[in-house]
Structure formats: structure tokens, C-alpha cells
């Protein structure tokens, strides 16, 4: 029975180290996972919609100021001919200068038709690629994004009349919650892949505790349970010698032998015949009786698992603590060398 009890509790040692070894795997390829999300959502879907936009943003922005100073250049080239009042001068000058302006004016209608709608088509080509990357506060934006480009396509192809085109309300501030949400998406999965590399090191240092817990966990319960036996073993030996100190247990026969001399035959507890040497009372032998129980219960029980407890637990503590300098001096090494690089560069 004590056998099966023994490897009943090896088996199920072994199997909860696994157990807790599949547990461990497990969740660190989940996180790997979700860490792989991340970054492939920054890098394929966000990063390069909010490049988009800042550069549509950053053109969009020159052509108004260029707009602006070329307005202001042309008041400047009219002001001395109206300032004089001479009306053939004043129409010789426009028609001289005209031409250099209307250039200007001709490049930023080119530049929003080649350059500044293709962005925006192609802003609409990543989500419509990559949309499985979206998240559901960004996928409602999608119907807004698509409407906007189509009237550009259809302005610009000459499909929508001008008189018509006030009707449709076609303005930037449509799109501007989409802006808003791929930079706060940017800037929260930037924020989490910084906060995976700087952790980096502490995850390493969980894993190699998680895995010295389940060899620990193993290691403690076959260390108890090793030494708990071989331990009672040997007390049961060394107990059952005290109880022959001075004493003989005489065998139970249907003839008994012949009782030595000098010797007061009692019986025990047991319903066994002990020899005791001569003298002995009845109160002195149920005192012996009485010491050497205890004696017995005392070798059977308490040393045993004093000394099972000191054998399973000490190499689990004396193990962890080299583990911990072991992390700290390799850790300590990395950054003097991560230092000596930088110094380096």
C-alpha cells in the first residue's frame, strides 16, 4: 500500500510539473502573439495611414500658404500702377506678370490631382488590404474615408458639375475624427512595443523563474517523499532497539520455552510477554511501557519530517539564490557591455 501510495504522489509530481510547464508555454505564446499583433498593426496598418496623412497634411498646408503669398505677390505687382492711376499701365503689367502667376496657380491644381487624391486612394487601398489589422473604433471611419475620395475621383474626372459639387458639403473635416483615431492607435501601440522592449530583461527573468518553479515543485515533493522514507525506515530501526534496552520480548509459541531466571515476565500492550530483570513492579514496567510509546511516536513521526522537510527545501532555497546572482551578474555584464557599445557610436 505504502508503495502504491509512493508512486501515486511521483506520478502526480511529474504530471503537475508538466502541467505547469504547458500552463507557462502556453501563456508566453500568447503574449508572443499579442505582441506580434502589435507590431504588425503599427507597421502595416496605423504607422502607414498616419504617414499618409501627414503627408497629405504637409502638402495641403503649403499649397494654402503658397496660395496666400502669391495672392499677397500679386497685390504688391498691382499697387504702383493703381497707385498711379494709369489704366493702360496697370492692364501692360498684368498681362506681363500674369503669366508667371498662372504657372504657380497651374502647379498646385496638378499637385492636388497627381498627387494629393492618389495619397488619399491610397490610404483607402491599405484599410481595404489590411483592414482585418483594424481595430472597431477605426473600422467606422472606413464609410467616411471612401465616401471622400469617390467625390474627389468624380470632381476631378470632370462627373460632378461645379454648381453641384456645393451640394455634396466635400470637406476635410469629415475625415478628421479617422486623423484623430490613427494617431491615438500610434501612439498607444508605440507606447506598448517600448514597454515590451524595456521589459524585455523582466520577462526573461519570470520565465527562468517559472521554470525553476516547476523543477523546484518537482524536486520538493521526490525530495520529501525520499527522504520521509528512508528517514522513517532507519528511525523505525533505531526505535525498535530502544524498546530491547534492558527488556526481552519473548516469542508467542503455544510452548513457550523455559523462562530464564532472574526475570519478572509482564505483558504488553501488545498482548506480547516481555522479560524485565528482577525487582521489576508492575507500576515500573506500565511507566516503560508508557515511556517507550512515546519514544516510538516521536522517532516515527517528528524526525522523519524534520528531516524531510530539511532535504526538499534547502537545495529549493539554496537553488533560487543562485539563480537570483546568477540573473543579477549576467544582467550586471549585459549592461557594461551595452554601455561600451554606446560609448562606441
Known sequence: MHDFVNALITAAAGLFGVGLGGVITLFNQRRQRADERLQQQLSEFYAPLLGLRMRILAKSETRVKSSGVLQTAWSEVLAGPRAIGDPELLKKTADEKWLAFQEAHDYSNRELREEIVPLYRKMVDIFTEKMWLAEPSTLIHFGVLVEYVEIWNRALAGAIPNDAMILYNHDEDKVKPLYADLASHVQRLSGGLQRTKTTRALDLKRGLNRLYLVFAVIWILGGFLYAYRTEKAAQQVACASLTSQGVTRLPSTVNPPQQPPDGVRVQGPDGQMYLFPTGTTKQDAISYFRQQREAQQN?????????????????AILGYGLLEALLFSATWVWRGFRIQGNEKH
Open 299 to 315: 522517532c516515527e513521526t517528528v524526525r522523519p519530517v524534520r528531516t524531510a522537510l530539511l532535504v526538499a527545501f534547502g537545495p
